[in-house]
């Protein structure tokens, strides 16, 4: 069942953060020139599917307790769906707004829900390796998704992730149960409960992640074109090679266990800073292209699996809510990012707005988890105490 509900989850991520949501950066040039749009109203398009992507955040957090996570991934691949195939199918730029609106919502119905899916479905010293796999669904989708630019036009591209999006769907509704069973004691969910003291830095964290990654994703391959000429393979093959190095973020929760959260996280934080500090300086040149794309891809999948298993320790007893509270601050990145960014690359270049975001990712730096805060929930805490806080010493590594 782990290896089952593992790849039904990366394949959902994939269609819904790979596909629905940052596919607009890969075919944000074909975007503008057909329909002529600027970079501040991409931003606004950008930005405004991240809100949804909080609406989606805030309804899973408040109800996914009570209903349990199949009705919200469910909903989150028809989202995807029908948005995509709006997209697809755009005449206009209003149309186009919608479905990426739309289709950049789904992944705030899809992500958190599998929090609470994991600690039903999955062994206890199993978990922290399947929460950390999860979000690479999103570098498998970015490998296809590249090539895919190179072989049909964009809109047929957008429908064969349509279809994609059928068939998680599907997949879903056979897979989840109906209804995942309740913690014995659900916890008192006011202010004190999601801004406890571990809780702080996991959420700057988040939010900084969110702007800087927003920011990447939306530039970093315009960036390419404009320096390389859209007529290359040169922006395509940067793409997949993103998605390609993501791959490696299937040894996030090995990581974890290896290096600790602490050390991770100052890992991470410095090699992402590096990718979009790198592709700001040289754009053109195709060893500073890779060698973004490399430090980037491992580094945003890795850190997204580094924020699940994270807020997993941070909120042991309501996992689902826990994790919609952490996704929400980056969800709030993603929303500010593009539209603050957007304009000052228009008035003073692409590059300097990538080198702001590199500044971002540096800020981070001293937001690294609390040793003495943070809670080692392992095999034996969960198996001692399903759906309970656990309050076993961890050992500052």
Known sequence: MSRKLATAA???IGVSFGFARYGTGLFLPEFRAEFTLSLPQMGFITSAGYAGYLVGLVVVGALVARLGPRPFVVAGCLAATVGMAMVASAAGPVQLMAGL???GASPGLVWAPYSDAVEAMVPADRRARVLAIIPCGTAFAVLVSGPLALLVTWRWAWWLCTAAAVAVTLWNLRLLPARVAAPDHRPRMGGRWFFRGEAI???LTASGYGVVGAIYWLLALQAVTDATGAGTATPALF????GLSGTAGVATGRAVTRLGLRRLHTLLVGCLAAAVAVLGLAPG???AIGLSAALYGVTFMAFSGLLAVWSHRAFPEQPSTGLSATVFCLGAGTVAGPAAISGLAERHGLS????????I???MWPLRPAAAALVARGPAADQA?????SRVPHRPR
Do not use: Q
């Open 10 to 12: 990366l394949a959902t």
């Open 101 to 103: 609106v739309l289709a």
């Open 201 to 203: 830095p996991l959420y």
């Open 239 to 242: 793409w997949t090679a993103i």
């Open 285 to 287: 040149n195709l060893a």
């Open 352 to 359: 300097v707005a990538l080198l702001v975001a590199a500044a």
């Open 361 to 363: 990712a540096a800020l």
């Open 385 to 389: 105490a399903p759906g309970h806080a």
